[in-house]
Every structure is written in structure tokens, then in C-alpha cells.
Nanobody
Framework: QVQLVESGGGLVQAGGSLRLSCAAS????????MGWFRQAPGKEREFVGR????????YYLDSVRGRFTISKDNAKNTVYLQMNSLKSEDTAVYYC?????????????????WGQGTQVTVSS
């Protein structure tokens, strides 16, 4: 079973940037697509974006496209979420997750392993 550990969250002013990291245990990280989700208080967990196993393709939620960038470093067993031009509505707990082969990875139920989450708070 893989262990995923997110870091890099915090408090930032609107318009600022943060980079989240998700470190994975195990030797099979490189063959999996990875995704990022977020959950704001009182709301359902929301897909943010995903990246293919080799980092070649990414897909994003419309509201973050152009502001957020996902990257994957298989040598470091780490996936990143670079968040720029942050808005108050980006405030949430952010989670990384592993997507098994064959799944499109656009919904939470397609992922089989999750990190504990990291809080991102954007002040306006």
C-alpha cells in the first residue's frame, strides 16, 4: 500500500503563490497517474487536476486552468501542484491521490490511495 504525504500548504494573500508537494512511498510511483483534489468547508471533494504516469499530459478544473500547474518527478517519487494567482475561493484542504491504470481520473472514486491533506488558506 502506498503512502502519500502532502506538504506546502499555508496562508497566503490573494494573488500570491504556493507550491504543494506530495511524496509517495514505494517503488511503483512512476507507473501511476496522480491527481489533486480539494475540499472546502461544507462542500464536496472537488477534482483539481491530474497528470499521466510520465507527466506527459495534464488536465485541470476549468476554474484553475492557467493558474495551477501539476508536475511529476518520478525520480523523487513526488508530484507537485504549483498554484499562482490564488483567489479566496481556492481556500480548501488539498489532497493528492493515486489513479490506477485504466481510469480517467476525473472523479474521486477512481483513485485508490489518498494523502492526509494540507490546508491552503487564501486571504482577500
Amino acid at each position: 500500500q502506498v503512502q502519500l504525504v502532502e506538504s506546502g500548504g499555508g496562508l497566503v494573500q490573494a494573488g500570491g503563490s504556493l507550491r504543494l508537494s506530495c511524496a509517495a512511498s514505494g517503488r511503483t510511483f512512476s507507473i501511476y497517474a496522480m491527481g489533486w483534489f480539494r475540499q472546502a468547508p461544507g462542500k464536496e471533494r472537488e477534482f483539481v487536476g491530474r497528470i499521466t504516469w510520465n507527466g506527459g499530459l495534464t488536465y485541470y478544473l476549468d476554474s484553475v486552468r492557467g493558474r495551477f500547474t501539476i508536475s511529476k518527478d518520478n525520480a523523487k517519487n513526488t508530484v507537485y501542484l504549483q498554484m499562482n494567482s490564488l483567489k479566496s475561493e481556492d481556500t480548501a484542504v488539498y489532497y493528492c491521490a493515486r489513479c490506477p491504470h485504466g481510469n480517467r481520473g476525473l472523479s474521486a472514486d477512481e483513485y485508490d490511495s489518498w494523502g492526509q491533506g494540507t490546508q491552503v488558506t487564501v486571504s482577500s
